[in-house]
């Protein structure tokens, strides 16, 4: 299926060879090894950071790639392409790194972006807690200042790199009464006393992906560990979440393109019942209609790529880019399963393996009924 994506430039494509090249080679012999272990090895993380695979969009002068979303996007796509699933790389460079980046001080972007650039130190940011969901309004770790530090107590869930994290960013309040205006954000040290990791959750996709709970018992931090200003953690938030919605549709339409070029060779192989799946009127209708919404899916994410690239996109277009991607791939990929008949249950197939990892994206980053609720607004 070929589109003339005209929202990349020339850098743009060099950084896809090199991705390509680096998840072909590094990532995808390893990825069973992952799967089995629940996480993936830091050396792969060096690895990546030595290919300048990490935090792209990063000011140079801290170590980063100095580009812009579409090289994101690249190896964001590159990775999805690669049927590659483990590597936090997005959550770390896409997600946390630019919270540092564009609202730390200039002490501790120093500090810790060099590091984080080059693959060292892994981030994760605790958002999440077993009784909140999406409403980061009411999240319940407090951060209690005493004197020079903050004292950290509560607990987070579904924190992704929580094994391997060194550094968390942890959304917390620092005034109970102040509703929204009284959550902050702090980086916390996973050496720091009173922080510990619960168990690695077990999750029906994404096996290599380490996910896992994590405590906070009276850790003290250090209050120059505050990013930015004290109350203004969920305004930060809410202002980085368009980018997060983008990047999650952006890799539903790699996968959905990709899965749907495994299913058309598959269906032309196999044979049943003295022809091949292809040949069957249903399977060619079937994925008539995926081809179909495969490309208006690249269409609708690429354009709202290039709106965002000119640093307009809403919070309003980011929520229909992630649900109307999301629920398509969804969709299509319980169609593909089908036509793989009972291959399609085993995860040695690609297809598989999409339709477990994939289910996820209707619900992080915001699930499929709260971008319903933010759309409905604007009707």
Same mark, same amino acid.
């Given at each position: 299926?070929?589109?003339?994506?005209?929202?990349?430039?020339? $850098?743009?494509?060099?950084? %896809? /060879? *090199? !991705? +390509? &090249?680096?998840?072909?080679?590094?990532?995808?012999?390893?990825?069973?090894?992952?799967?089995?272990?629940?996480?993936?090895?830091?050396?792969?993380?060096?690895?990546?950071?030595?290919?300048?695979?990490?935090?792209?969009?990063?000011?140079?002068?801290?170590?980063?790639?100095?580009?812009?979303?579409?090289?994101?996007?690249?190896?964001?796509?590159?990775?999805?392409?690669?049927?590659?699933?483990?590597?936090?790389?997005?959550?770390?460079?896409?997600?946390?790194?630019?919270?540092?980046?564009?609202?730390?001080?200039?002490?501790?972007?120093?500090?810790?972006?060099?590091?984080?650039?080059?693959?060292?130190?892994?981030?994760?940011?605790?958002?999440?807690?077993?009784?909140?969901?999406? $409403?980061?309004?009411?999240? %319940? /770790? *407090? !951060? +209690? &200042?005493?004197?020079?530090?903050?004292?950290?107590?509560?607990?987070?869930?579904?924190?992704?790199?929580?094994?391997?994290?060194?550094?968390?960013?942890?959304?917390?309040?620092?005034?109970?009464?102040?509703?929204?205006?009284?959550?902050?954000?702090?980086?916390?040290?996973?050496?720091?006393?009173?922080?510990?990791?619960?168990?690695?959750?077990?999750?029906?996709?994404?096996?290599?992906?380490?996910?896992?709970?994590?405590?906070?018992?009276?850790?003290?931090?250090?209050?120059?560990?505050?990013?930015?200003?004290?109350?203004?953690?969920?305004?930060?938030?809410?202002?980085?979440?368009?980018?997060?919605?983008?990047?999650?549709?952006?890799?539903?339409?790699?996968?959905?393109?990709?899965?749907?070029?495994?299913?058309?060779?598959?269906?032309?192989?196999?044979?049943?019942?003295?022809?091949?799946?292809?040949?069957?009127?249903?399977?060619?209708?079937?994925?008539?209609?995926?081809?179909?919404?495969?490309?208006?899916?690249?269409?609708?994410?690429?354009?709202?790529?290039?709106?965002?690239?000119?640093?307009?996109?809403?919070?309003?277009?980011?929520?229909?880019?992630?649900?109307?991607?999301?629920?398509?791939?969804?969709?299509?990929?319980?169609?593909?399963?089908?036509?793989?008949?009972?291959?399609?249950?085993?995860?040695?197939?690609?297809?598989?393996?999409?339709?477990?990892?994939?289910?996820?994206?209707?619900?992080?980053?915001?699930?499929?009924?709260?971008?319903?609720?933010?759309?409905?607004?604007?009707?």
């Amino acid at each position: 299926m070929h589109i003339d994506r005209t929202v990349f430039r020339d $850098d743009h494509e060099m950084l %896809r /060879t *090199t !991705a +390509r &090249r680096f998840f072909e080679r590094e990532c995808v012999p390893h990825q069973a090894e992952w799967d089995k272990a629940g996480r993936v090895d830091r050396e792969t993380w060096l690895k990546a950071g030595k290919q300048g695979l990490l935090c792209v969009s990063i000011p140079s002068e801290y170590g980063g790639g100095g580009g812009d979303f579409g090289h994101v996007v690249v190896v964001n796509e590159e990775m999805t392409r690669a049927g590659v699933s483990g590597p936090g790389f997005a959550v770390h460079s896409d997600i946390v790194a630019p919270y540092i980046a564009r609202i730390g001080s200039e002490e501790q972007k120093r500090r810790w972006l060099p590091g984080i650039c080059a693959g060292e130190q892994i981030l994760a940011i605790a958002m999440t807690e077993p009784g909140t969901g999406s $409403d980061l309004k009411a999240v %319940r /770790t *407090t !951060a +209690r &200042r005493d004197g020079d530090h903050y004292v950290i107590n509560g607990s987070k869930t579904f924190i992704t790199n929580g094994l391997n994290a060194d550094l968390v960013i942890v959304v917390c309040t620092t005034d109970p009464t102040a509703g929204a205006k009284g959550v902050s954000l702090i980086v916390v040290e996973t050496t720091r006393e009173g922080f510990r990791r619960g168990r690695k959750l077990d999750k029906i996709g994404m096996h290599a992906q380490d996910t896992a709970e994590l405590f906070f018992d009276d850790v003290r931090v250090p209050v120059e560990n505050r990013l930015g200003e004290e109350g203004k953690g969920f305004a930060y938030l809410m202002a980085e979440l368009p980018q997060e919605r983008l990047n999650i549709a952006v890799g539903a339409a790699a996968r959905l393109e990709t899965c749907l070029e495994h299913t058309l060779n598959y269906v032309k192989d196999r044979r049943a019942f003295n022809q091949t799946v292809w040949d069957f009127q249903n399977t060619k209708f079937k994925l008539a209609d995926i081809k179909a919404q495969a490309i208006a899916v690249r269409l609708m994410v690429d354009h709202y790529l290039d709106v965002h690239m000119r640093r307009r996109l809403t919070l309003e277009e980011s929520a229909i880019a992630k649900l109307f991607s999301t629920e398509t791939l969804g969709k299509a990929l319980d169609d593909m399963v089908q036509l793989h008949g009972g291959y399609g249950y085993m995860l040695e197939y690609p297809v598989a393996r999409a339709f477990v990892d994939a289910r996820v994206t209707r619900i992080y980053g915001g699930a499929s009924e709260v971008m319903r609720d933010l759309i409905s607004r604007k009707l």
